[in-house]
């Protein structure tokens, strides 16, 4: 029997389903797809082993299978006793929002199932984050009194946002925003970390760098990487005229997104390979390169740099003065930037276990470095340009506090492997722009005018996210003209109580992250025994 499920195709069984991945996943094998077990939220260790073999066909005994869960980004832990069974089948009490939309009623939970080995006989099982209900969504775009009371945000932006929220409402503008995706792929995010919500309110009051007048300029950095000395082949680099346009590309989109906010292009940096050494000077700092990976033996003749220290010599080694005066010394970052980042047609790398990394972000020290390397391949300049620009906005959505979306399909959704961030949408919900309305103080309707301009003039590559532009602006027109109905229910204009922030470990794990750097990486498609230790989240010291 076949059903849909938010939006994604599931094989359906009576108390389980094969998730099937987008399109744009292209054939999947079945060992790489998840499942998704319905069990009791009071069954037993045992009870919950024999739920989740009959996903993958009674090929084992209970005995001879192993269930893991994990927090966070903690390591994968094995579930060992019916206490831990009970807890890995709970959203309590850092993830009960995530419950809210589940229709299988009172008793019942649906958990994310993966393959962890090739045997099928380690499984990670966690609850799946269900999409937000609309009204639980608003609850979530209204800021916390003392945050409104210190927003530069007008009553209009809080209204486009209600708007727009209305849009997630079944009928309503339907296909405007998506629900949050169904995990599909073993290496999708959802299917392998778990995450807080984090509400606006949340974002404003969270530990995080504040922009402030004299140093709010985003810097794009330019990096080449001269491999005259070493051999291998660069044949998918294109033209200095080429790589020329990408980086101005990116600056231009950079604009329209950030609209309202200064975006600059520093000079081009040159970076040289020594063979003997294997790396490179990047201000004043080492940083590897290497043309093989080690987890997998596998060649990468294009060679690579190593992400984590080429962002570590990119952020300023220190902050003098005190208020207005305080200033920046070494890195790449001038003393009126808020952020930099490092962008490179040169493919990066942040650990032995990855065989690429897209970008890293550090929320601490405002810097960040971006590869358009994988982007490139068998794609025309537009294309490459439309996917790079994702992931480039949203390492910068980092630095300035915000967070992984889990409210619904969005830019700033994580992103598991390639093909997960190559079919991530380029808008974000109304969530997240609420949280760019209230952070960086952007007004919505001139920002979507600006994107639309930008799409109109790269049609190559932009030409499906300018359509759905003007969707989106033609809504908030209207709307601006009529007026919007308030979405709590009650009749009530007034905004609805914030959602209870993150206690207890949601709240100190999401702190500690970004007090020591909180950052993101994007990791190739590949088979989770051999990435065990990747991250999601980087701790760069």
């Known amino acids: 029997q076949a059903g ?15 998730a099937e991945p987008p399109p744009g996943y292209g054939a999947v094998d079945d060992a790489m797809l998840c499942r998704v077990v319905r069990v009791s939220t009071t069954a037993t260790l045992r009870a919950l082993k024999l739920a989740v073999l009959k996903a993958y066909e009674d090929q084992y005994e209970p005995h001879q299978v192993t269930l893991f869960t994990r ?33 299988l009623g009172r008793g019942l939970v649906e958990l994310v199932v993966s393959a962890m080995s090739e045997d099928e006989s380690e499984l990670l099982l966690l609850p799946r984050a269900h999409p937000m209900p609309t009204e639980e969504l608003m609850r979530g775009l209204a800021a916390a009194p003392e945050v409104a009371s210190a927003s530069t945000a007008p009553e209009l932006e809080q209204a486009s946002l209600n708007s727009l929220a209305a849009a997630l409402t079944p009928g309503v503008e339907a296909g405007l925003f998506d629900p949050l995706p169904l995990p599909s792929h073993v290496d999708d995010w959802l299917a392998q970390y778990r995450e807080a919500t984090q509400t606006v309110a949340e974002c404003v009051r969270g530990p995080r760098a504040m922009p402030r007048a004299g140093r709010d300029v985003i810097y794009l950095l330019p990096i080449d990487c001269d491999r005259s000395a070493v051999a291998g082949s660069d044949a998918r680099s294109p033209s200095p ?156 959505a980092h630095m300035y506090g915000i967070g992984h979306c889990m409210h619904a399909r969005c830019l700033m959704n994580g992103s598991g492997h390639l093909k997960e961030d190559l079919n991530a949408p380029p808008h974000l919900c109304p969530a997240d722009l609420g949280k760019l309305v209230h952070v960086l103080g952007i007004s919505l ?88 230790a990747a991250r999601g989240c980087e701790n760069v010291p």
């Not at 849909?4 to 094969?18: F, I, N, Y």
Request: hydrophobic fraction near 40%; proline fraction near 5%; charged fraction near 25%.
């Open 71 to 103: 927090r966070y980004d903690d390591d994968a832990k094995a579930i060992k006793t019916d206490r831990q069974a009970a807890q890995a089948l709970s959203y309590a009490p850092d993830w009960t929002d995530q419950a809210l939309g589940s229709t």
């Open 241 to 396: 005229a080429a790589r020329d346009a990408l980086f101005s590309g990116l600056r231009d989109y950079c604009r329209a997104f950030f609209h309202g906010k200064k975006v600059e292009l520093l000079p081009l940096l040159t970076l040289s390979v020594d063979a003997r050494r294997r790396s490179v000077r990047c201000h004043g700092k080492d940083v590897g390169w290497r043309d093989v990976c080690p987890a997998n033996g596998e060649a990468q003749p294009q060679g690579q740099l190593d992400a984590s220290a080429l962002l570590l010599s990119l952020r300023p080694t220190a902050l003098r003065g005190r208020g207005a005066s305080k200033s920046h010394a070494g890195g790449a970052l001038p003393p009126d930037g808020f952020c930099v980042m490092g962008v490179t047609l040169t493919d990066l790398f942040s650990s032995d276990d990855d065989v690429f990394t897209g970008g890293l972000a550090c929320l601490t020290s405002r810097s960040a470095v971006f590869s358009f390397w994988r982007y490139l391949e068998g794609v025309t300049a537009g294309v490459a340009l439309h996917r790079a620009c994702k992931t480039a906005v949203h390492e910068i």
């Open 445 to 532: 309707a001139p920002r979507y005018r600006a994107l639309i301009a930008f799409c109109e003039a790269h049609a190559d590559g932009f030409a499906e996210q300018g359509a759905w532009l003007r969707r989106a602006l033609a809504l908030l027109e209207a709307d601006s003209q009529g007026g919007s109905e308030p979405l709590d229910g009650e009749g009530s204009s007034g905004p609805l109580a914030p959602l209870k922030a993150p206690h207890g470990q949601a709240k100190r794990k999401w702190e500690q992250r970004v007090r020591v750097g909180g950052c993101e990486t994007e990791h190739e498609a590949m088979p989770l025994r051999q990435r065990l």
């Open 4 to 18: 849909r499920s938010q939006g994604l195709h599931l094989v359906m069984a009576p108390d389980w389903s094969v």
